[in-house]
T-cell receptor, first 109, second 115 residues
Framework: TQLLEQSPQFLSIQEGENLTVYCNSSSVFSSLQWYRQEPGEGPVLLVTVVTGGEVKKLKRLTFQFGDARKDSSLHITAAQPGDTGLYLCAGGTGNQFYFGTGTSLTVIP | GAVVSQHPSWVICKSGTSVKIECRSLDFQATTMFWYRQFPKQSLMLMATSNEGSKATYEQGVEKDKFLINHASLTLSTLTVTSAHPEDSSFYIC???????????FGPGTRLTVT
């Protein structure tokens, strides 16, 4: 059972546009991670958020953890072709990790 | 820090043979590692949790006799696909759990093709 739903599932945008990816659940998580994965490689950890309402920025990427710690969003400003990849959220609770359904992003030059 | 390696990065084998994939934590000790399977443009499917010095915990629907996991040391976990069939062809990824709150660091993955 997928506890974390991501939307959109697929996204294709032009270079320079902004976008937001959502990660939603009915469950509360003690922490939430975002990963980016390129084809043929393992996922790379981008950020971990642990406090409800927390906002973290990583260059052009802004991550937010929902107040109730059930959802999160990833906003990319002025997307670049190098941002292309599969974005995965993962919620942690106790000793378990639950991965989201994934968002495949393509940024067209 | 927190570097995880996998070997081999890709392997082609014949149907009926067995394949072993290694997952190593290079600069830290990992009491818990995870094995995932992934299909193109899809999310990760957890297969099993590998615990150092004890039996692995398999997810529902994963055959433990087919996917043998051994976590004999704090830096090495292995996944052996026994009697491989074409439907076992996939991208297999391992990860190690680190820190508190826990984060996962992933290996680069192994592409298995069974002919």
């Amino acid at each position: 059972t997928q506890l974390l739903e991501q939307s959109p599932q697929f996204l294709s945008i032009q270079e320079g546009e902004n976008l937001t990816v959502y990660c939603n659940s009915s469950s509360v998580f003690s922490s939430l991670q975002w990963y980016r994965q390129e084809p043929g490689e393992g996922p790379v950890l981008l950020v971990t958020v642990v406090t409800g309402g927390e906002v973290k920025k990583l260059k052009r990427l802004t991550f937010q953890f929902g107040d109730a710690r059930k959802d999160s969003s990833l906003h990319i400003t002025a997307a670049q072709p190098g941002d292309t990849g599969l974005y995965l959220c993962a919620g942690g609770t106790g000793n378990q990790f639950y991965f989201g359904t994934g968002t495949s992003l393509t940024v067209i030059p | 820090g927190a570097v995880v390696s996998q070997h081999p990065s890709w392997v082609i084998c014949k149907s009926g043979t067995s394949v072993k994939i290694e997952c190593r934590s290079l600069d830290f000790q990992a009491t818990t590692m995870f094995w995932y399977r992934q299909f193109p443009k899809q999310s990760l499917m957890l297969m099993a949790t590998s615990n150092e010095g004890s039996k692995a915990t398999y997810e529902q629907g994963v055959e433990k006799d087919k996917f043998l996991i051994n976590h004999a040391s704090l830096t090495l976990s292995t996944l052996t696909v026994t009697s491989a069939h074409p439907e076992d062809s996939s991208f297999y990824i391992c990860s190690a759990r680190v820190g508190a709150p826990y984060e996962q660091y992933f290996g680069p993955g192994t592409r298995l093709t069974v002919t």
